[in-house]
């Protein structure tokens, strides 16, 4: 069982940055792909970013390419995503989440998660 802790939520005025991160209690954690994953009121779960487990490959949505960049730290057990040239659009919960490829997008396929920390951005 992974269990994972995110936190570095807050919030900012659009056009800022925030850095969540994501640690992970798992002694094999480079083992797992990370993946972040955000929730906004009333919507699905959204695919974010994803990141190999050796950190060599990211897999980004499409929409949020060039904002948010998704990097590990193993000697950490910490896996983090930046967000730059935040909107009011980016307000959601951001959860983090363990999975087997880098290439899944789909939040059922992911194995573990986290309880996700809240982003506001205001206008």
């Known amino acids: 069982q992974v269990q994972l802790v995110e936190s570095g939520g807050g919030l900012v005025q659009a056009g800022g940055s925030l850095r969540l991160s994501c640690a992970a209690s798992?002694?094999?954690?480079?083992?797992?792909?990370m993946g972040w994953f955000r929730q906004a009121p009333g919507k699905e779960r959204e695919f974010v970013a994803a990141?190999?487990?050796?950190?060599?490959?990211?897999n980004y949505a499409d929409s949020l390419k060039g904002r948010f960049t998704i990097s590990r730290d193993n000697a950490k057990n910490t896996v983090y995503l930046q967000m730059n040239s935040l909107k009011p659009e980016d307000t959601a919960v951001y959860y983090c989440?363990?999975?087997?490829?880098?290439?899944?997008?789909?939040?059922?396929?992911?194995?573990?998660w986290g309880q996700g920390t809240q982003v506001t951005v205001s206008s």
């Open positions: 990141i190999s487990g050796s950190g060599v490959f990211r």
């Open positions: 798992e002694r094999t954690f480079s083992s797992y792909a």
């Open positions: 989440a363990a999975s087997n490829s880098y290439r899944r997008t789909i939040a059922s396929e992911y194995l573990y």
